[in-house]
């Protein structure tokens, strides 16, 4: 009994983590998708002054674009059917030849904050019927709804939902009843109260516009002006070169002394005004020599061992 109960514990566990995987995997995969397909409910009010509301369930296809620019309009499709199980009817008489209109209404929430997307408000008109339309009989085919979106600058993903929706008739040509305003049938929003009260959303990934390269100009490179040689004007200069005089002699007087003393005097024995005689250096050097001579004779001397 303890086994089978641990073992029914174990598989309710089991189930429960399933569930919620389940969930998970499809609540991630609905974030964010381009398109998404209901079952709303809504209530529906007649044009008519004093007409009963009319509560009935509709199937809304939202389709956006795969891709979107900031700055550039892209298309989004809204299709707005009732359920065919149970007929939603018309508050009156439609004649044949007559169109139906649809004016839906489409919001836009831009990310991040702050940002705008601009969305156009559409009213596609479906084809002519080819048939009246009793009062109370069921509702024609609505035409669908291919509405615009331009996102601004900074935009980096914009969630399309769809809500309200009005349905009105166009009178046909060549009767008495042609109009050019037309004439409202319903006026629809979401319900309150119900299983199906979330509406349409479609989520459209923004990319800001990827900037073209710009041609860059290769500088050309200017031909380097070779300088020519600017012509000046030639001044002549004329200079009076003056011959040296001829150098005069100096008759110098007579006497028993020689008239210049010569350069050297190894040649005329003028020690006197020589300079220093070198044989001062050489008789320096060689008593030098003597002294450091006697010198070593005399500490040999004192060196040698005394023979007893």
Same mark, same amino acid.
Request: proline share 9%.
């Given at each position: ?7 029914? +514990?174990?598989?309710? +566990?089991?189930?429960?983590? %399933?569930?919620?995987?389940?969930? !998970?995997? /499809?609540?991630?995969?609905? /974030? %964010? ?28 296809? !939202? ?22 199980? *149970? ?7 439609? #004649? ?5 209109? /649809? ?16 969305? @156009?408000?559409? $009213? ?17 085919? !609505?035409?669908?709804?291919? !509405?615009?979106?331009?996102? @601004? ?54 990319? *800001? =516009?990827?900037?073209?390269?710009? #041609?860059?100009?290769?500088? *050309?490179? $200017?031909? $380097?002006?070779?300088?020519?040689? &600017? ?12 011959? *040296?005089?001829? =150098? &005069? ?6 006497? #028993? ?11 005329? %024995? ?8 070198? +044989? /001062? ?5 060689? #008593? ?21």
């Amino acid at each position: 009994m303890l086994k089978s109960k641990a073992r029914g +514990r174990v598989a309710g +566990r089991a189930a429960a983590a %399933g569930v919620v995987s389940a969930g !998970l995997l /499809l609540g991630l995969s609905a /974030l %964010g998708a381009r398109a998404d397909t209901k079952t709303v409910t809504y209530t529906c009010s007649p044009g008519t002054s004093g007409g009963t509301p009319v509560t009935h369930d509709f199937t809304v296809t !939202l389709n956006a674009s795969t891709s979107a620019v900031t700055g550039t309009q892209y298309t989004a499709t809204l299709n707005i059917q009732p359920l065919t199980t *149970s007929p939603f009817p018309v508050p009156v008489q439609i #004649a044949s030849g007559a169109t139906i209109e /649809l004016q839906p209404t489409v919001s836009a929430s831009v990310l991040p904050v702050g940002m705008t997307a601009g969305v @156009s408000t559409p $009213s596609p008109v479906g084809p002519a019927l080819t048939a009246v339309v009793a009062a109370q009989g069921p509702m024609p085919s !609505l035409p669908t709804a291919t !509405l615009t979106v331009t996102p @601004s600058a900074g935009a980096t993903s914009v969630v399309l939902t769809a809500k309200d929706f009005k349905i009105s008739m166009i009178a046909p040509a060549g009767t008495g009843t042609t109009t050019t305003t037309p004439t409202a049938l319903y006026n629809c929003a979401v319900a309150t109260t119900g299983a199906n009260t979330m509406p349409a959303v479609a989520t459209i990934a923004v990319a *800001s =516009p990827s900037a073209s390269p710009s #041609a860059s100009a290769s500088a *050309s490179p $200017s031909p $380097s002006a070779s300088a020519s040689p &600017t012509p000046h004007n030639t001044k002549t200069v004329f200079e009076t070169v003056f011959a *040296s005089p001829t =150098p &005069t002699k100096t008759k110098t007087t007579k006497s #028993a002394q020689v008239e210049s003393t010569p350069g050297g005097g190894a040649a005329t %024995g003028g020690g006197g005004e020589a300079g220093p005689d070198a +044989r /001062l250096f050489v008789l320096t050097g060689t #008593a030098l020599m003597l002294a450091a001579g006697a010198g070593g004779l005399v500490l040999r001397t004192r060196r040698r061992p005394v023979r007893r």
